[in-house]
């Protein structure tokens, strides 16, 4: 079991930046591949990027690559989302999500535990 609590969403114009955080509490955070999945107001949950257990492996969604890097501090149990030029289009509530499996997926539904999300609005 783990938890999970993200921040640092918020309100930015386009072309600007955030940075997301995710904090994992409970069994071993490093045992975990690590994703970060959006939904923006009557869409489906889409996935945005995913990182391996040691950090090694990455994969981005098409609308992010680029612009988007999610990186994580196993000593802190931590994994983030820098996201750069930012679009109208980017306005979502983001979710971080943990998976006990070893590959990283861009499925939403193989993740077996998620955070509360934190909306992310960007202005035109």
């Known amino acids: 079991q783990v938890q999970l609590v993200e921040s640092g969403g918020g309100l930015v114009q386009a072309g600007g930046s955030l940075t997301l955080s995710c904090a994992a509490s409970g069994r071993t955070f490093s045992s975990y591949v690590m994703g970060w999945f959006r939904q923006a107001p009557g869409k489906e949950r889409e996935f945005v990027a995913t990182?391996?257990?040691?950090?090694?492996?990455?994969y981005y969604a098409d609308s992010v690559k680029g612009r988007f890097t999610i990186s994580r501090d196993n000593a802190k149990s931590t994994v983030y989302l820098q996201m750069n030029t930012l679009k109208p289009e980017d306005t979502a509530v983001y979710y971080c999500a943990a998976d006990q499996r070893t590959v990283p997926a861009t499925s939403a539904s193989v993740y077996d535990f998620w955070g509360q999300g934190t909306q992310v609005t960007v202005s035109s």
């Open positions: 990182i391996g257990r040691s950090g090694g492996l990455t």
